[in-house]
């Protein structure tokens, strides 16, 4: 039984993926054209696809065949007929960062409310009003 277990373990290549920029949407719609399709088909798809997501996934596919030939040294790819078994997207929720940060036109149009309302506008900022 146990040896069962390791020979089936042996077939079976996993890679992983984190923290990519792609969003999880987007991700899937490439993962789902490559799900239980043969590996060298795969990789064509993934080449030719015109989406960003295939470019990440090309490459954990690419893995994914590097961990399996590391496992099965005595075996050559092309002799076996692999397939993509199981292809999954998570989403993790994403960090929302405060607005606390203004950009210089904000911090400038602030400036120049508290100098209008104390009264003391430079003499450029007077000339740009038409005052002078």
Not at 46 to 69: G, M, T
Not at 70 to 98: F, H, M
Not at 100 to 119: L, Q, S
């Given at each position: 039984?146990?040896?069962q277990m390791?020979?089936?373990?042996k077939?079976?290549?996993?890679?992983s993926?984190?923290d990519?920029?792609?969003?999880p949407r987007?991700?899937?719609?490439?993962a789902?054209t490559?799900r239980?399709?043969?590996?060298n088909?795969?990789?064509?798809?993934l080449?030719?696809?015109?989406k960003?997501?295939s470019?990440?996934?090309?490459?954990?596919?690419?893995s994914?065949?590097?961990?399996?030939?590391a496992?099965?040294?005595?075996?050559?790819?092309e002799?076996?007929?692999?397939?993509?078994?199981?292809?999954?997207?998570d989403g993790?929720d994403v960090?929302k960062?405060s607005?606390?940060i203004k950009?210089?036109e904000?911090f400038?149009r602030d400036?120049?409310?508290e100098y209008?309302?104390?009264?003391k506008?430079p003499?450029a900022?007077?000339?740009l009003?038409?005052?002078?």
């Amino acid at each position: 039984m146990a040896e069962q277990m390791k020979a089936a373990k042996k077939q079976v290549a996993v890679a992983s993926l984190r923290d990519c920029p792609t969003s999880p949407r987007k991700m899937r719609i490439v993962a789902d054209t490559v799900r239980g399709v043969e590996v060298n088909k795969a990789l064509e798809l993934l080449r030719y696809s015109k989406k960003e997501a295939s470019i990440r996934l090309e490459k954990l596919l690419r893995s994914a065949i590097a961990n399996w030939e590391a496992k099965n040294p005595s075996e050559r790819l092309e002799d076996t007929k692999l397939c993509v078994k199981e292809i999954k997207v998570d989403g993790k929720d994403v960090k929302k960062y405060s607005n606390g940060i203004k950009n210089a036109e904000d911090f400038v149009r602030d400036v120049y409310r508290e100098y209008k309302e104390a009264g003391k506008l430079p003499k450029a900022a007077k000339m740009l009003e038409g005052e002078e």
